[in-house]
């Protein structure tokens, strides 16, 4: 089982006083959430912009980012290992509970009975990119399996994220602020 994918490089470029462009920063993505409750699962925020149109010279705001969704009229883009779901309902749902009632306050978290104890919910357009293992992207009627190099685009709907597999998953995901 791969429970330890490498952290997540971010390389920044920029342009300098003259205009020519470089490489502002390459190092490690900083800012990393965990749940205890979930071992193995990291929700790691790479870039934040906070407006539309994007500053193409804006400052690094994502370590004032919190919750799920992007900042009004702005992205995120957080890249989030899952790990294999446990077997016992029961340890899936407190795993769950946990992350909704923690980093992700701000979904729209669906705890109705028979459903996938992941629902959720967010305002927002979502491109999700499989960048390693494979995933189920569960909706309220019906499920997929998506597998590494699969894109999803999720707008706005409920869902949850599975992995039934032996391996963690990793996941990019972009959330653009959206409305109804």
Partial sequence: MNDHLPPIRRVVTGDD?????????????????????????????????????????????????????????????RIIDFPPEPKDPGKLREMLDATFGGIFKDAAHDRRPGKHPGMHRTESVDYAIVLEGEIWAVMDEGETLLRAGDVLIQRGTNHSWANRSSATARIAFVLIDGAR
């Fill in 17 to 77: 006083a003259k205009g020519n462009s470089r490489i502002v920063e390459d190092a490690p993505a900083g800012s990393i959430r965990n749940v205890a409750a979930r071992p193995g699962y990291r929700a790691v925020n790479v870039w934040r912009t906070d407006e539309t149109p994007a500053r193409i010279a804006g400052r690094d705001t994502v370590p004032h980012h919190q919750g799920i969704s992007p900042p009004r009229n702005g992205t995120i883009l």
